[in-house]
């Protein structure tokens, strides 16, 4: 277990000192459980929002990825409605102890750009998003000012 503290500690500095932009790491209280704030990226319907995270961490992390959910409902056609996300790099099969949370923000600000309809967690975004985008667009937008504006 002290490896894994260890290397959190020194993700948890990484990240201190080279923050990445849009994302926000709360106060660490138990180094095994993190929260943050994830913003939209610019240019994409999801800018206005502001989406709590929470990265959970246990004994066979790095080896395996920790589990990763928003704290809020995203409309998106790969985060599930309570919050889990359906990414690759987050299923055991495609992690890499070589990954960390850093690369996980990184992919989930990909995802917001592009979202994967065809592996989708929410069916209805993700036929929505492959049949109207506009509309899509829209729904997205709407959903972010009732919940965050």
């Known amino acids: 277990m002290s490896f894994v503290i260890n290397r959190l500690n020194k993700e948890l500095n990484k990240l201190k000192k080279e923050p990445i932009e849009g994302f926000t790491l709360d106060e660490i209280n138990n180094i095994m459980i993190w929260q943050g704030t994830l913003e939209g990226p610019k240019n994409t319907p999801y800018e206005n929002g502001k989406f709590k995270i929470q990265f ?34 987050l299923q055991n099969h495609e992690w890499s102890a070589t990954q960390n949370v850093s690369t996980i923000i990184h992919s989930l600000h990909s995802l917001f750009m592009d ?25 997205v937008i709407e959903h972010i000012k009732k919940l965050y504006l």
């Open 56 to 89: 959970t961490f246990d004994s066979d992390y790095p080896f395996k990825p920790p589990s990763v959910k928003f704290l809020n409902y995203i409309y998106h056609p790969n985060f599930y409605k309570d919050g889990k996300i359906c990414v690759d790099i």
């Open 115 to 139: 979202p994967n309809p065809h592996s989708p967690a929410n069916r209805e975004a993700a036929q929505l998003y492959l049949s109207d985008k506009v509309a899509y667009t829209n729904k």
